[in-house]
């Protein structure tokens, strides 16, 4: 216990200066004479840093009682807090800051927070409220000056809510997420008038009373998303800045008719089953707008109109006349537009003759068969248009619109005809996106009605993809004047590139994909293209690569071709700037590249692959497999050195013999004469 009471002390020392040494002290003994008196085990862990106490995940069972009592800050989350009963709380009058977030309370007996007239931010956020059903009758008693309340997580229901906001007069933030609400009354926050901001996110919210908003004046954020609430019929929040109602089942949304100007900044509507553009306040300032995954199957809001007047009838509800709507509102402030994931099969040119300050349009994975841009919304600060996974056979931009437009998403769709000249009419495009179509790549020189579209001369144009759409053939100077820095040309089997298809680059070109295409020869020598860093030329029928000079290639994917050898010239052009070389699933011979070998096992980390990549040699008349780590001088010993190997070894061995048989015979005929000799 005193260890680790001193521990508390030292950690409070360590943290601050000595000016702090007196206090300290004090603080010691008394903490010291609580714990003697009270017999508590529970102070010791807590940590005490200036005016913050953090007691967090400590297994509480109650608040710890011997805390300096100036604290502002306490810490009291992760614990086993049921019931908050205890006054102890009182002896921390100034606390400012109260977390609770994750014990178990259920029962906060009224009255509780009423002394701390300090109190500002309460978190009660994941407990257990729930379970407690007095709270929809009696009330907590005051929140003086709360101004940020999460009961997010409690799982509490409809009206429970009530036992906090009753007297609430200086609260701004309520987080009501993760809840059972079903229904909003109108006198749910009659109690806190000060609201700003109400997150409401993730209940089951099937029904809003008419006017439950009406009286918050300052409330200008209101999140409602993942909730059940099917229609919003008389939106009439003026002040509100920011709505969310993604993830509802809504079928319409419309605003009373006013011709006054509501603030509202962003509207999500994103995730609902929306069939008719919705009706908006007329005199609006909205900038943000997401419709994507709903039901739409026009941008036209007249049948909106038509619909709610439908519904009105047969509810013989008795609302203000209908705005009649032309159609097409006015959004001029409008600076983002989600429209993807709905039925739209036609956008009218003069759907955007008021947005005069789109910059983000998102109409992609939609049915549009046709999209036309002219002078009635010429969009012209229009920077990102997307309108792939749409059925486009036609696109038409007419000359002076689109002129801020930089980032152009068309792919899948199913253009093939368009305006050779469709690009270069766009003065600020730098992205265009075009794979899995079928377009026709021009040569220079092509006649421009011969159903092919030009990517030369379009002198902003940087990143360009063209994967996927079975281009047969890229011709010679296709690019010329278009300083790409990215080029995309894979999945095009059965390619043909010309030698001089990428004149014009050698400057600007950094990244280049031929992947998957079928390619037999590279005609093209990419050491020319000085800028160039990235090449990605796997999945492809290669035999050779070679380059003549020396290059600036830094990562070269050959991963999956049919090369069995990179010639000694190839691979010094390559040594210099080199960082990562691919070449996996390719037939290379173990004994054609001893300069690979010995760069692999040297400095295999340039071979990202070297794990999976594998050479051949011969044994035995066998073609035998073995990882290009492993490959030893021996592995290509040839027929021809273990001939010599034989035939070396066979002339020594005769030799021997010879000297051999010749030594014997000497041997034999001196006995003869030594016996003579002993004869004699
Ligand atoms: C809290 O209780 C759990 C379960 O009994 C135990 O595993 C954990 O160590 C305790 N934590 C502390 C800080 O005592
Ligand atoms: C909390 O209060 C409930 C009901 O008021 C009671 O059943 C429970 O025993 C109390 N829990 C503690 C830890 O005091
Ligand atoms: C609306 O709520 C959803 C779900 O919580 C969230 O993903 C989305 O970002 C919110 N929209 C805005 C505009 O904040
Ligand atoms: C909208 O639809 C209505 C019929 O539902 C039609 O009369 C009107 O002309 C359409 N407006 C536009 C702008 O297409
Ligand atoms: C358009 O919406 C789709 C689907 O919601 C999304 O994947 C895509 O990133 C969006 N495009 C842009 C440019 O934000
Ligand atoms: C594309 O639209 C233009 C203008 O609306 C039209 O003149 C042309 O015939 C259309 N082309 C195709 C292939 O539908």
Request: charged share 15%; with cysteine; net charge negative.
């Given at each position: 216990?005193?260890?680790?009471?001193?521990?508390?002390?030292?950690?409070?020392?360590?943290?601050?200066?000595?000016?702090?040494?007196?206090?300290?002290?004090?603080?010691?003994?008394?903490?010291?004479?609580?714990?003697?008196?009270?017999?508590?085990?529970?102070?010791?862990?807590?940590?005490?840093?200036?005016?913050?106490?953090?007691?967090?995940?400590?297994?509480?069972?109650?608040?710890?009682?011997?805390?300096?009592?100036?604290?502002?800050?306490?810490?009291?989350?992760?614990?086993?807090?049921?019931?908050?009963?205890?006054?102890?709380?009182?002896?921390?009058?100034?606390?400012?800051?109260?977390?609770?977030?994750?014990?178990?309370?259920?029962?906060?007996?009224?009255?509780?927070?009423?002394?701390?007239?300090?109190?500002?931010?309460?978190?009660?956020?994941?407990?257990?409220?729930?379970?407690?059903?007095?709270?929809?009758?009696?009330?907590?008693?005051?929140?003086?000056?709360?101004?940020?309340?999460?009961?997010?997580?409690?799982?509490?229901?409809?009206?429970?809510?009530?036992?906090?906001?009753?007297?609430?007069?200086?609260?701004?933030?309520?987080?009501?997420?993760?809840?059972?609400?079903?229904?909003?009354?109108?006198?749910?926050?009659?109690?806190?008038?000060?609201?700003?901001?109400?997150?409401?996110?993730?209940?089951?919210?099937?029904?809003?009373?008419?006017?439950?908003?009406?009286?918050?004046?300052?409330?200008?954020?209101?999140?409602?998303?993942?909730?059940?609430?099917?229609?919003?019929?008389?939106?009439?929040?003026?002040?509100?800045?920011?709505?969310?109602?993604?993830?509802?089942?809504?079928?319409?949304?419309?605003?009373?008719?006013?011709?006054?100007?509501?603030?509202?900044?962003?509207?999500?509507?994103?995730?609902?089953?929306?069939?008719?553009?919705?009706?908006?306040?007329?005199?609006?300032?909205?900038?943000?707008?997401?419709?994507?995954?709903?039901?739409?199957?026009?941008?036209?809001?007249?049948?909106?109109?038509?619909e709610l007047q439908y519904l009105r009838e047969k509810e013989e509800l008795t609302h203000a006349p209908l705005r009649s709507s032309n159609g097409h509102q006015e959004l001029h402030r409008l600076f983002y537009l989600d429209l993807s994931y709905n039925q739209l099969?036609?956008?009218?040119?003069?759907?955007?003759?008021?947005?005069?300050?789109?910059?983000?349009?998102?109409?992609?994975?939609?049915?549009?068969?046709?999209?036309?841009?002219?002078?009635?919304?010429?969009?012209?600060?229009?920077?990102?248009?997307?309108?792939?996974?749409?059925?486009?056979?036609?696109?038409?931009?007419?000359?002076?619109?689109?002129?801020?437009?930089?980032?152009?998403?068309?792919?899948?769709?199913?253009?093939?005809?368009?305006?050779?000249?469709?690009?270069?009419?766009?003065?600020?495009?730098?992205?265009?996106?075009?794979?899995?179509?079928?377009?026709?790549?021009?040569?220079?020189?092509?006649?421009?009605?011969?159903?092919?579209?030009?990517?030369?001369?379009?002198?902003?144009?940087?990143?360009?993809?063209?994967?996927?759409?079975?281009?047969?053939?890229?011709?010679?100077?296709?690019?010329?004047?278009?300083?790409?820095?990215?080029?995309?040309?894979?999945?095009?089997?059965?390619?043909?590139?010309?030698?001089?298809?990428?004149?014009?680059?050698?400057?600007?070109?950094?990244?280049?994909?031929?992947?998957?295409?079928?390619?037999?020869?590279?005609?093209?020598?990419?050491?020319?293209?000085?800028?160039?860093?990235?090449?990605?030329?796997?999945?492809?029928?290669?035999?050779?690569?070679?380059?003549?000079?020396?290059?600036?290639?830094?990562?070269?994917?050959?991963?999956?071709?049919?090369?069995?050898?990179?010639?000694?010239?190839?691979?010094?052009?390559?040594?210099?700037?080199?960082?990562?070389?691919?070449?996996?699933?390719?037939?290379?011979?173990?004994?054609?590249?001893?300069?690979?070998?010995?760069?692999?096992?040297?400095?295999?980390?340039?071979?990202?692959?070297?794990?999976?990549?594998?050479?051949?040699?011969?044994?035995?008349?066998?073609?035998?497999?073995?990882?290009?780590?492993?490959?030893?001088?021996?592995?290509?010993?040839?027929?021809?050195?273990?001939?010599?190997?034989?035939?070396?070894?066979?002339?020594?061995?005769?030799?021997?013999?010879?000297?051999?048989?010749?030594?014997?015979?000497?041997?034999?005929?001196?006995?003869?004469?030594?016996?003579?000799?002993?004869?004699?």
């Open positions: 216990m005193y260890a680790m009471k001193g521990h508390l002390w030292r950690k409070s020392q360590s943290a601050h200066s000595n000016t702090m040494g007196a206090r300290l002290w004090f603080l010691f003994f008394a903490v010291n004479e609580v714990a003697a008196l009270v017999h508590s085990q529970q102070l010791s862990s807590c940590q005490v840093f200036q005016k913050d106490a953090y007691c967090s995940n400590l297994n509480l069972t109650s608040i710890p009682p011997q805390l300096p009592a100036s604290i502002h800050t306490l810490d009291l989350s992760w614990n086993l807090l049921q019931n908050l009963t205890e006054d102890v709380l009182f002896s921390y009058p100034t606390i400012k800051h109260l977390n609770l977030h994750s014990n178990r309370i259920q029962f906060i007996q009224p009255g509780f927070f009423q002394k701390m007239a300090h109190l500002q931010v309460l978190d009660l956020s994941k407990n257990e409220l729930h379970v407690n059903a007095a709270l929809k009758t009696n009330a907590l008693g005051p929140l003086t000056s709360v101004h940020t309340l999460d009961l997010s997580g409690n799982g509490l229901f409809t009206d429970m809510s009530d036992y906090f906001l009753r007297d609430a007069p200086a609260l701004t933030d309520l987080y009501l997420n993760g809840n059972s609400i079903t229904k909003l009354g109108k006198d749910t926050f009659s109690g806190s008038l000060a609201l700003r901001n109400i997150n409401l996110h993730n209940n089951v919210i099937l029904e809003i009373e008419e006017g439950t908003f009406d009286s918050l004046l300052d409330l200008t954020e209101l999140d409602l998303s993942m909730n059940s609430i099917s229609c919003i019929t008389d939106f009439n929040l003026f002040h509100l800045k920011s709505l969310n109602l993604s993830k509802n089942s809504m079928t319409s949304f419309q605003s009373i008719e006013s011709d006054e100007e509501f603030q509202l900044l962003h509207l999500d509507l994103r995730e609902n089953k929306i069939h008719y553009f919705p009706i908006l306040p007329s005199n609006n300032k909205l900038i943000y707008l997401d419709l994507s995954r709903n039901q739409l199957r026009s941008v036209n809001s007249t049948g909106a109109a038509e099969k036609n956008v009218p040119p003069d759907f955007f003759s008021s947005m005069r300050s789109l910059e983000t349009l998102n109409i992609s994975n939609n049915c549009l068969g046709t999209f036309i841009v002219d002078s009635e919304g010429p969009l012209n600060a229009l920077k990102t248009l997307d309108l792939s996974f749409n059925n486009l056979q036609n696109l038409t931009f007419s000359e002076g619109t689109l002129r801020s437009l930089v980032t152009l998403y068309l792919q899948g769709n199913s253009l093939s005809i368009l305006d050779s000249g469709m690009f270069s009419s766009l003065p600020s495009i730098t992205s265009l996106h075009l794979q899995l179509n079928e377009l026709r790549v021009c040569g220079l020189q092509e006649d421009p009605t011969s159903n092919c579209v030009s990517f030369s001369s379009i002198p902003t144009l940087q990143y360009l993809y063209l994967s996927e759409n079975e281009l047969s053939y890229l011709p010679a100077h296709a690019f010329q004047g278009t300083p790409l820095l990215i080029l995309d040309v894979s999945l095009n089997p059965g390619l043909k590139v010309s030698e001089q298809a990428l004149s014009g680059l050698e400057n600007s070109l950094t990244y280049l994909s031929l992947k998957g295409n079928h390619l037999k020869t590279l005609s093209m020598d990419m050491s020319l293209l000085r800028g160039l860093r990235m090449v990605d030329l796997s999945s492809n029928r290669l035999t050779s690569l070679s380059l003549s000079t020396e290059s600036n290639i830094e990562v070269l994917n050959l991963k999956n071709n049919r090369l069995t050898f990179l010639d000694d010239q190839t691979l010094m052009a390559l040594e210099g700037m080199l960082k990562s070389l691919y070449i996996s699933f390719n037939p290379l011979s173990c004994c054609a590249n001893a300069r690979l070998i010995s760069w692999a096992q040297q400095a295999s980390e340039t071979i990202p692959d070297i794990t999976v990549v594998t050479c051949q040699y011969r044994k035995n008349n066998e073609d035998v497999e073995i990882s290009l780590r492993n490959v030893k001088p021996e592995h290509c010993e040839t027929l021809h050195s273990k001939v010599l190997l034989i035939s070396i070894i066979a002339v020594l061995v005769l030799g021997l013999m010879v000297v051999l048989l010749v030594a014997i015979k000497l041997c034999h005929s001196r006995s003869h004469r030594f016996n003579h000799s002993y004869k004699a």
